[in-house]
Antibody, heavy 122, light 111 residues
Framework: EVQLVQSGAEVKKPGESLKISCKAS????????IGWVRQMPGKGLEWMGF????????RYSPSFQGQVTISADKSITTAYLQWSSLKASDTAMYYC???????????????WGQGTLVTVSS | QSALTQPPSASGSPGQSVTISCTGT?????????VSWYQQHPGKAPKLMIY???KRPSGVPDRFSGSKSGNTASLTVSGLQAEDEADYYC???????????FGGGTKLTVL
């Protein structure tokens, strides 16, 4: 059974750094894309980006390129989403997701994590 | 890439059918048969309900169906039940090296 288990909620101040995680199990981690979807309070879903752990090929949505870093550790089958300097506008729920991809584009998301709420406030 | 367009709300009584539309362009939704629909209950992660325009994952009731015509896709929920009340999002493939687009979401209310 595929499972994506995310790290817990975070409360941070503007300017702080943060790295949240997504532990994957039930499938061959290196052989499938994994990544992140943002949902701001009361708003819709937004693709952030995805990584292919086997070769670390990473694709970002233009809106998030340079704003976050997506990485993965094959040895512990875990994906990460990282910020170097948080802003209040980063306050959102972040979902880990395993997409089905075609030539660098998302066809569908078969599996979702439970979500990690990130709150950035002074 | 612009988002797909969905109505903000839809409603129906138990047992009725309701259809939610999702409009894109020929560069995304209209150009490919890779439309998916997600259901999201409050405080929960999204759940895949329809993929490849009209296919249902295992476990999704056959009350849920999808279709597409031109640049518009539709999700139909037949025999509405109380548990169908949720937000629904459409998504489409938008070509190589483009992550794709989401719709803004439709809140379905079961009256």
């Amino acid at each position: 059974e595929v499972q994506l288990v995310q790290s817990g909620a975070e409360v941070k101040k503007p300017g702080e750094s943060l790295k949240i995680s997504c532990k994957a199990s039930g499938y061959t981690f290196s052989s499938d894309w994994i990544g992140w979807v943002r949902q701001m309070p009361g708003k819709g879903l937004e693709w952030m980006g995805f990584i292919y752990p086997a070769d670390s090929d990473t694709r970002y949505s233009p809106s998030f390129q340079g704003q976050v870093t997506i990485s993965a550790d094959k040895s512990i089958t875990t994906a990460y989403l990282q910020w170097s300097s948080l802003k209040a506008s980063d306050t959102a729920m972040y979902y880990c997701a395993r997409p089905h991809m075609l030539r660098g584009g998302v066809i569908r998301i078969d599996y979702w994590g439970q979500g990690t709420l990130v709150t950035v406030s002074s | 890439q612009s988002a797909l367009t969905q109505p903000p709300s839809a409603s129906g009584s138990p047992g009725q059918s309701v259809t939610i539309s999702c409009t894109g362009t020929s560069s995304d939704l209209g150009g490919y048969n890779y439309v998916s629909w997600y259901q999201q209950h409050p405080g929960k992660a999204p759940k895949l309900m329809i993929y490849d325009v009209n296919k249902r994952p295992s476990g999704v009731p056959d009350r849920f169906s999808g279709s597409k015509s031109g640049n518009t896709a539709s999700l139909t929920v037949s025999g509405l039940q109380a548990e169908d009340e949720a937000d629904y999002y459409c998504s489409s493939y938008a070509g190589s090296n483009n992550l794709g687009v989401f719709g803004g979401g439709t809140k379905l209310t079961v009256l």
